[in-house]
């Protein structure tokens, strides 16, 4: 499944921030679902995971506000094919939803999904992302 991993600048708000950059602290990803035509988003945070599906003006402005504030990575998540170590947070998460490993922090899941064949995606190159309808 190929998925648009989502890396912004929130606030500090726990004492493992320090270990945190800039621009790499809530991580969150979003795919489009053809066949049931519709948008489904994964967030992770302190507070708990929220799950939302969404389609038409409401996929579109939530799409619309991530590709503004965040940094986008394209990735073809793999097969669980192995153990994938369990980490907390929104990093260990994604890692998880995604099959990869080795990506504790925000920074180190965006710097390893590049190394392994994601891409970076800009917003004003690919907007829209595809047809929403």
Sequence with gaps: MEWLI???D???FAWWDVWTRPGFRPVSACRYDAAADCWLFYDVKIGGTRVTVE???AAEEMLGRLMATSRIVRFVGRAH???VPAAWGCAGAM??????SGAF???RLFRHLLANGGQEW???EAWPP???Q
């Design 6 to 8: 989502a890396f912004s």
């Design 10 to 12: 929130g606030d500090r």
């Design 55 to 57: 389609r038409g003006d």
């Design 81 to 83: 094919q192995r153990i």
């Design 95 to 100: 890692a998880h939803l995604l099959g990869v």
């Design 105 to 107: 922090t925000p920074w």
């Design 122 to 124: 800009r917003f004003v």
């Design 130 to 132: 595809c047809d929403i």
